[in-house]
């Protein structure tokens, strides 16, 4: 696919704990994209959502974008990148501006969103995302955009996703290491949500469980916005690991077997289904020849309640906060899992459905799935051109631009370009 069908190219980059993919994609005229080509690698330097080895981290990610870039025919210099770790936390930052009855002027809204973030309490974090929800106009909430509007006072609300400094610098610093120049460092959990939400879920209010390997991210949506974010350090790896203690198997083969045989639902007809082990792939102590698929289900299970209990109590918390929600929705490599939303709708008592992001011309009908939603998400997030201020100040974060401006810097600099 020519890069010459296309007005603009976008680079991103998925590291996660057990495979870490890249896909290049294009805007055509008409606002449609196009995937042009996608690369993928088993993870390597990479625990819990952490860099713990750069080195091997660097080799990956090298490998897997020079993979996107071969299928492209097209090199790539900068490149979108994901955070699934790094102790996500999701804050609201609420700031009004007097206008004396004058016009709204874009620059006013990006006073406002400004003030908003500078003037909040970061504790040391990073800010990854900082946008505002909808505003209000002399005390009237819910507007929409209030630019060309007259008032006396503006408020709004900043939503801000931020991150530890150590893991964000350590992805900024494996991904240079590669060659390559971030563009920016997402949220994982906001870039699935973007894939794989729809508008009316996300304003009326919905969970999403965005579960990986070794990272599990709860996040609510609600007002068309990002309102709460909680990690767990758990995932389908954890699982794998208990299938493998189970039987005296090696983690490749119950891994495998977990895949291609397993349930988050019992049948009475697993007791029939035989599954043979591996003896090559068996450890010294085990005795055990083969299983049937309801002892694999079995194992499985109680594993995943033991990763439900979590959670669900987490769950509740948020709503004790913000309010019931009537949706769940599940995504993430875990959820491929099948009988996940079942067994989910049964423990939690919420609907519950799994997420899988939208197809985009020319992608290849393996990355057409929940394992995939937060790459979509990110070429998604980068051709929609949403203002986002932790995006605007990525070099000033990461120490690559100039010094940080203050608000009253910031206004000046407007009033020179603008006047």
Known sequence: MSAEKVEKIIAALDIGSSKICS????????????????????????????IADIEQAEVVIRNTVEQAERIAAINIDEIAVSITAGGLECSIASVELELGGNRVEQHDIDDLIAAGREGFDTGGKMILHAQASKYRIDGVKGVQLPLGLHADMMGVDVHMIMADPSPYRNIDNAVRAAHL?????????????????????????????DMGAEITNISLFKNSMLTDLKSISVGGNDITDHVASSFGIRRGHAER?????GSAQQSPRDNQDIIELDKQEGTSHSNVQSITRAQLNTAICEKLDNISREVAATIRDMMKEHGQVKL????????????????????????????????????????????????????????????DMGMIDYAEQTGMGSAPKSLFQKIISVIKENY
Not at 25 to 38: F, M, P, Q, W
Not at 360 to 368: I, K, N, T
């Open 257 to 261: 077997i977990k895949c291609f045989y």
């Open 328 to 387: 769940v929705v599940v995504t993430g490599g875990c959820a491929n899992l099948t009988g996940l939303a079942d067994y989910f709708q049964s423990s939690l008592g919420i609907n519950v459905r799994i997420g899988k992001p939208e197809y985009f011309s020319g992608l290849p009908d393996a990355h057409h799935g929940p394992a995939y939603a937060t790459l979509a998400g990110m070429v998604q997030f980068a051709f929609l051109d949403q203002k």
């Open 23 to 50: 896909m290049i994609a294009g805007r055509r005229e008409d606002g449609s994209i196009i995937v042009l080509g996608t690369g993928l690698r088993e993870s390597r330097g990479v625990t819990r959502g952490n």
């Open 181 to 209: 120049q971030p563009t920016f460092i997402a949220a994982s959990t906001l870039m699935a949500g973007i894939s794989v939400l729809g508008d009316e879920e996300k304003e009326l209010g919905c969970i999403l469980i």
